[in-house]
C-alpha cells in the first residue's frame, strides 16, 4: 500500500521558517511529479508548489520568493522550504504524488501536517 508521510510541521512565529518534509512508501517518486497543497479553515484547497519528474518547478503567486520545493529521489522525499513565514500561509500542508487528469489530479496523498504562524 502506498503511504505518503509528512512531517516538519509546527507552530512558529511570523517571519519564522520550517521545513517539511514527505517520505513515501510503497512508491518509487522519481517518476513522479510530486507537489505540496494546503488548506485553510473555511478555505479551498490550493496548490502551493509542484515539482515534475524533471525538476522543473511551480509556485503560487502567494508563496513565490520564500517556499523552496525539492526533492531526493533516491530516499524517497519531497521538501517545502518555507521562509519568511506569514500568519496567511496557516493550514494543513498535503503532499501528493503522481499526477493524473482527473480530480484530486494526484493519485496518492498524504494525512497532512499542521502548520500555524502566528503574529
Known amino acids: 500500500q502506498v503511504q505518503l508521510v509528512e512531517s516538519g510541521g509546527g507552530s512558529v512565529q511570523a517571519g519564522g521558517s520550517l521545513k517539511l518534509s514527505c517520505a513515501g512508501a510503497g512508491i518509487t517518486f522519481s517518476p513522479c511529479g510530486l507537489a505540496w497543497h494546503r488548506q485553510a479553515p473555511g478555505k479551498e484547497r490550493e496548490l502551493v508548489s509542484s515539482i515534475s519528474m524533471t525538476r522543473s518547478t511551480t509556485y503560487a503567486d502567494s508563496v513565490k520568493g520564500r517556499f523552496t520545493i525539492s526533492r531526493d529521489n533516491a530516499k524517497n522525499l519531497l521538501y517545502l522550504e518555507m521562509n519568511s513565514l506569514k500568519t496567511e500561509d496557516t493550514a494543513v500542508y498535503y503532499c501528493?504524488?503522481?499526477?493524473?487528469?482527473?480530480?484530486?489530479?494526484?493519485?496518492?496523498w498524504g494525512q497532512g501536517t499542521q502548520v500555524t504562524v502566528s503574529s
Open positions: 501528493a504524488a503522481c499526477i493524473r487528469g482527473q480530480a484530486p489530479f494526484y493519485y496518492y
